[in-house]
Nanobody, 125 residues
Framework: QVQLVESGGGLVQAGGSLRLSCAASSGTFSTYYMGWFRQAPGKERVFVAHIARSGRGTYYGDAVKGRFTISRDNAKNMVYLQMSSLKPEDTAVYYC??????????????????WGQGTQVTVSS
């Protein structure tokens, strides 16, 4: 069982930056790949970023590529999402997720077993 708690959301102007954090309760954090998803009002939840267990491999959704950076610190059981050049369309609830399966498509929700409660990010124009 893994408990995930996101933090760092808030209100920011377009062009600004925010760093989201996700704290994991599991003592075997390094055995999980991690992901960030987001859900805008009235829309489905979509993939944002993924990071491999070791932290060496990352993957991003097209909408955030080049602007967002995912990272992790396995010693601290933390995963981060550095968001830069924010746009109003980045406004959403951001969720941290963890999974442990192999040979999966990391952009799909179903391969992540554990989810945080989400943190709101609002980008004003």
């Amino acid at each position: 069982q893994v408990q995930l708690v996101e933090s760092g959301g808030g209100l920011v102007q377009a062009g600004g930056s925010l760093r989201l954090s996700c704290a994991a309760s599991s003592g075997t954090f390094s055995t999980y790949y991690m992901g960030w998803f987001r859900q805008a009002p009235g829309k489905e939840r979509v993939f944002v970023a993924h990071i491999a267990r070791s932290g060496r491999g990352t993957y991003y959704g097209d909408a955030v590529k080049g602007r967002f950076t995912i990272s992790r610190d396995n010693a601290k059981n933390m995963v981060y999402l550095q968001m830069s050049s924010l746009k109003p369309e980045d406004t959403a609830v951001y969720y941290c997720a963890a999974g442990s399966r192999y040979g999966v498509v990391v952009t799909t929700e179903g391969v992540y077993t554990y989810w945080g409660q989400g943190t709101q990010v609002t980008v004003s124009s």
